[in-house]
């Protein structure tokens, strides 16, 4: 295995570790994707639903644009490798 591959992988696993411990301790985590502006990301909850947000820099607040159903939900999970929500 070539060193980025390896470099990739421990980067992946740290960031799969990272939402584990955010989810499991009550947190939300943030999962940022390419195809979205610079100020929309989702936010994962540990009850397991994923919201679409938009980040207001001028009032450090968040804004929720909606909220993935289901099937999104899981759609997007299995395009990170994410685990289902315990």
């Known amino acids: 295995m070539s060193t980025i591959k390896i470099t990739s992988k421990k980067g992946t696993d740290a960031v799969k570790k990272l939402r584990e411990q955010k ?36 009032t450090r607040d968040i804004d929720v644009v909606r909220e993935l159903s289901l099937t999104e939900a899981t759609l997007l999970r299995r395009r990170f490798h994410f685990s289902s929500v315990k």
Do not use: A, D, Q, W
């Open 23 to 58: 989810l499991r301790n009550g947190l939300p985590f943030m999962i940022n994707v390419k195809e979205l502006s610079t100020n929309e990301c989702y936010l994962e909850y540990p009850n397991g639903s994923i919201k679409l947000i938009t980040v207001v820099h001028s």
